[in-house]
């Protein structure tokens, strides 16, 4: 594998796009602990799908990311720092507003919009099998953002699946409600090299596993 950085480049931290917002902050925190005389030239925060991520923490481009789950390779440590639940928006008159929580059954034929494959491939892929486990068939209508989402909802063109966090989102004609299914939730998970875990580049990733733990972002 590359050699990654040399002594007093920048810190590099990856994230997605569907990292949860609480952890944003931490992000932006980040301090470096290195002796006087060998500061690097501080932290530079990266967005990118899972899998980019993935290959850009492989290849030595950063050094450590958050990401979705599920992540398997044996050249990475990885370590989950939170799971949130999904939410289910809908246009106010919508008849599944009548019920406090829904689950994956309630969207059978119903319009949905989510994620693009490309994102989260994998992820994607693991919520797709478990929605063709129940014998049920949303018609899923990927999207780029939560705006362009809540705004196909609020105009009455179907429903979206969003993460829990984004049912702080305000907006004219729309509802949130809770869905229940256990096996569906987004897990972040923080991840480096396995042959980069030591000195202070394991020191700062841990110091920030530990804030990212403590935060208990675990929404089911």
């Known amino acids: 594998m590359?050699?990654?950085f040399r002594a007093r480049a920048a810190i590099a931290v990856g994230y997605s796009p569907y990292t949860h917002s609480a952890f944003l902050p931490l992000l932006n925190g980040l301090r470096p602990n290195h002796?006087?005389?060998d500061l690097p030239a501080g932290i530079v925060?990266?967005?990118?799908?899972?899998f980019e991520l993935v290959e850009r923490v492989l290849r030595g481009k950063l050094h450590a990311a958050l990401g979705v789950g599920p992540i398997s390779d044996e050249d990475l440590?990885?370590?989950?720092?939170?799971?949130e639940a999904f939410s289910v928006c809908l246009p106010r008159n919508h008849r599944l507003t009548q019920k406090p929580g829904l689950t994956a059954l309630d969207l059978d034929r119903e319009m949905v919009f989510w994620m693009p494959r490309s994102l989260q491939p994998?992820?994607?892929g693991r919520?797709?099998?478990y929605i063709g486990?129940?014998?049920i068939q949303p018609l899923f209508k990927e999207v780029k953002s939560e705006a362009h989402a809540l705004e196909f909802v609020a105009h009455g063109f179907g429903l979206a699946l969003l993460p829990r966090s984004a049912s702080h989102i305000s907006h004219a004609g729309t509802v949130f409600r809770p869905?229940?299914?256990r096996y569906l939730g987004i897990e972040t998970l923080l991840f480096m090299r396995r042959d980069q875990r030591y000195g202070d580049l394991k020191d700062l990733v841990d110091d920030l596993m530990a804030r990212l733990i403590a935060l208990k972002i675990e929404i089911n």
């Open 35 to 37: 002796p006087a005389g």
């Open 45 to 50: 925060l990266e967005t990118a799908n899972t």
């Open 127 to 129: 919520v797709m099998k």
């Open 77 to 83: 440590w990885v370590q989950r720092v939170g799971r």
């Open 2 to 4: 590359p050699t990654l």
């Open 179 to 181: 869905l229940t299914d």
């Open 133 to 135: 486990s129940l014998g």
């Open 122 to 124: 994998r992820f994607y």
